[in-house]
């Protein structure tokens, strides 16, 4: 018997006689579990168990990791870069989990950090929200009194648009928000972006709205819809909070905001037809 099988049927008898232990209440369904499993299991088991002596705690793992991210992290945004890493690698291991991938090699994790830190420079900024929501009934239905919702209702935008609606304005505000929490934008930042889209608008707008002098509102409707269709569903304002920043629905998202607050409306009575 060589050493490996010797601490084998060593492991094994010690973890049999640990499970037949009683005193241990928050172990017990773990005991249970190992007792239901055949000797045979069991060894298989212990086989496939590796126990990686004086490794560092999770606090000791934190630190190393954000020491050997210093240099690629931008001054004082350590945590946010390692945030963003770590859903990544998290992502990685459940797919290695899942036996999508046998493992992480270095020129991945290489480049995934150099394209978190291009998102960190000062012309670009982190997208976390890139994915569309997928929102169901329940879920579209806390949204029925939305102003902004109220105003693409006014020009009969219905189902998939106005999910995608929905979809764009959560994402917006959710990422505005977190990037204010971390610091990477500010409140100025926001009223400047905020503002041109708002100009952008109503340069087209009042344009529109001259033309509707006296029409129908089946035709009124219909001019809504297609402006908004047009300038910010098909296009978008040709505005980015960032030079690099290239995901439209911050955009579309922001201009839904916008018209929550009543700033800008898509109907050419919209205020009108909101503000009693």
């Known amino acids: 018997m060589n050493s490996d099988s010797y601490n084998l049927e060593e492991a094994l008898v010690s973890m049999q ?19 239901k499993l055949t000797e045979e299991q069991q060894k298989k088991l212990l ?15 934190l630190a190393a990791i954000k020491k050997g991210l210093i240099l690629s992290a931008p001054p ?11 859903g990544w690698w998290f992502q990685q291991c459940i797919e290695m989990l899942c036996d999508k991938k046998d493992s992480v090699q270095f020129r991945e994790l290489h480049q995934k950090i150099t394209d978190i830190r291009e998102t960190f420079q000062q ?11 997928n929102m169901n009934e329940n879920e579209l239905s806390e949204y029925e009194e939305r102003l902004f919702v109220r ?17 764009d304005f959560r994402r917006a505000y959710d ?3 977190k990037w204010l929490r971390e610091n990477l934008t500010n409140i100025d930042e926001y009223e400047q972006y905020d503002n041109r889209l708002q100009d952008y ?21 219909k001019i809504g819809r297609d402006f908004y269709t047009n300038y910010f569903v098909k296009t978008v304002p040709p505005y980015k909070i960032r030079d ?12 839904h905001i916008l018209s929550d607050e009543i700033k800008i409306g898509w109907h050419p009575n919209y205020k009108k037809l909101l503000v009693k």
Do not use: H
């Open 244 to 255: 690099k920043f290239q995901s439209e629905y911050l955009t579309r998202g922001s201009c």
């Open 76 to 86: 004082n945004k350590i945590d946010s870069f390692l945030e963003r890493l770590e």
């Open 175 to 177: 990422q505005r928000s």
């Open 151 to 167: 105003q693409l209702k006014l020009i009969a935008i219905r189902n998939a648009a106005l999910r995608n609606a929905i979809s």
């Open 201 to 221: 608008w109503n340069k087209i707008f009042s344009i529109v709205s001259d033309e509707c002098e006296g029409l129908s509102d089946k035709d009124l409707e």
């Open 123 to 133: 012309d670009n900024l982190p997208d976390d929200f890139a994915n569309p929501i």
């Open 17 to 35: 006689r640990i499970s037949d232990e009683q005193s241990n209440a928050a172990n017990m369904k773990g005991y249970e579990a190992f007792r």
């Open 47 to 61: 086989e496939n168990i590796k126990v990686i002596d004086a490794s560092l705690s999770i606090e000791q793992t």
